[in-house]
């Protein structure tokens, strides 16, 4: 009876083995798709030749985007953006979860604020306001435009929010019978025992700031301040033929749109697949196990 209870429990197993398996592969296929298209010749990715393996192997996309020097100087842009967006988002979020995390009577303004705070993220006053108000505080062609607007994330408050009401309460009481005032509380105990959802929201910063191009194409004039994702938004679009000489035209025409946007998301996930390791740790493990002992 053991036996057939064991064998039923490990044929289940392997029934969840097969469908994580179909479901990476499922993941995997429009990536390995598109890094194949923008490998691909020209005429064979127009004629929808190329599948999941690449048809006469060409690195002119990459060559084209790589060639201008307008390109590292989008990335360098992109980078500052992502480390200002996401330390800033990191502090505020945490300054701002610690208190609305609170019970009323510890913070008797925590319910008008989280109702404020609700609110912002249901309603928005539009992209016209907030154009507006970019152009009266002078933002424009500066890093902050970029910035700012990303720094506060009701959603990844919300998230903190409820990790830190999970914390025992016994934590807290301990800390506060020792003398620890709300500052040495917040980042002495919470701060370290969040660690894993501060990482999560932190990735989803970093990917959302990654991929964001709109901010830079309403608020930057300025070529030099121009982050990547905008770039490569606009990259051989502005381009004049009456001004390319006749090694640039021939280049121009071993690529396609097709081709080379393929190579722009190729690009667009290089950064993001970088970073995933270095913060997966922290949604496998769970540095809350052990930290309470009854």
């Known amino acids: ?10 044929g289940f197993d392997y029934m969840v083995y097969l469908l994580m398996l179909l479901i990476m592969l499922l993941s ?3 990536m390995l798709h598109t890094l194949s298209v923008s490998l691909s010749a020209q005429a064979k990715a127009e004629a929808g030749l190329v599948s999941i393996f690449p048809r ?8 084209s985007i790589f060639k201008d020097a307008a390109f590292f100087k989008a990335a360098w842009v992109s980078v500052q953006r992502v480390v200002y967006t996401t330390a800033g988002s ?7 979860a610690f208190p609305l995390s609170r019970d009323p009577r510890q913070f008797p303004l925590r319910n008008p604020f989280m109702w404020l705070l609700i609110f912002c993220m249901l309603f928005s006053g539009g992209l016209v306001p907030f154009y507006m108000i970019v152009n009266d505080l002078g933002l424009f062609d500066k890093m ?8 506060v994330n009701v959603y990844n408050t919300i998230l903190v929010i409820n990790f ?9 009481e301990s800390a506060g019978i020792d003398g620890a005032n709300p500052w040495q509380m917040l980042f002495r105990i919470f701060l370290p025992l969040s660690m894993p959802v501060l990482a999560t929201v932190s990735l989803f910063t970093i990917v959302g700031t990654w991929n964001e191009y ?14 990547l994702q905008t770039y490569l938004q606009s990259i051989f679009i502005q381009i004049d033929p009456s001004r390319m000489t006749s090694q ?15 190579a722009k998301i190729i690009l667009s996930l290089v950064p993001i697949i970088a970073i995933y390791p270095f913060l997966q740790r922290y949604f496998i493990h769970g540095i809350m196990m052990g930290s309470v002992k009854e």
């Open 28 to 30: 995997i296929a429009p």
């Open 214 to 227: 709109l901010n830079g194409l309403l608020f930057i004039r300025d070529p030099a301040m121009m982050p």
């Open 164 to 172: 830190f009401r999970s914390i025992p309460k016994e934590l807290e």
């Open 56 to 63: 006469d192997i060409t690195f002119q996309s990459y060559v």
């Open 248 to 262: 640039e035209i021939i280049e121009a025409s071993l690529v396609s749109n097709k081709t080379l946007n393929a």
């Open 144 to 151: 902050a435009a970029l910035v700012l607007p990303g720094i």
């Open 1 to 10: 009876m053991i036996a057939s209870i064991r064998k039923k429990k490990s």
């Open 90 to 96: 990191f502090l505020v979020t945490l300054l701002l």
